[in-house]
């Protein structure tokens, strides 16, 4: 295996099991909110342990996003967001004690130098709720944009 930046552990890391914590977000969903809907599609790779997203916002303001998530050994998630207007975002976070799922940007981002974050919340098997929030200080929370899903029959 080639080291590429980094020196490999001596014995294999030993990861939490797949998917834990994500599982609710496997498969395909239909995404509407004001003023527009998607689709997305989410499917786990990888031998289970990546999920991989892909996100399509339809009419009126195409775009589209790939987001890859793994749990890493220390229990945390870490997820990667890329999208078609250029957009490139790291995450971290896991689920709460409230229900919630939540992935942040751990530093200050874009030129705008705010926090980022996701929250899933109200998690059914055929339903949640989406919300992308920016924050001066991790303390209190805009919200900017909120997405309802529903489960593909």
Not at 8 to 23: F, K, N, Q, R, S
Not at 29 to 40: K, P, V
Not at 44 to 69: C, K, Q, Y
Not at 109 to 119: E, F, G, P, Q
């Amino acid at each position: 295996m080639p080291r590429i930046g980094r020196v490999w552990p001596a014995a294999p890391v030993v990861y939490p099991d797949a998917v834990d914590g994500l599982e609710f977000w496997i498969g395909r969903w239909t995404a509407t909110w004001e003023g527009g809907h998607g689709t997305n599609s989410l499917t786990r790779d990888l031998d289970g342990h990546v999920i991989t997203e892909r996100f399509e916002a339809l009419e009126p303001e195409r775009f589209s996003g790939l987001s890859v998530s793994v749990q890493g050994p220390d229990g945390i998630w870490r997820q990667t967001w890329v999208d078609s207007t250029g957009s490139y975002w790291h995450f971290e976070g896991g689920p709460q004690n409230d229900g919630t799922f939540i992935f942040a940007t751990p530093e200050r981002v874009d030129t705008d130098r705010l926090y980022k974050r996701m929250v899933f919340s109200d998690i059914a098997e055929e339903a949640f709720s989406w919300r992308w929030e920016f924050s001066e200080d991790r303390v209190t929370w805009d919200p900017r944009w909120q997405i309802s899903y529903r489960r593909d029959p």
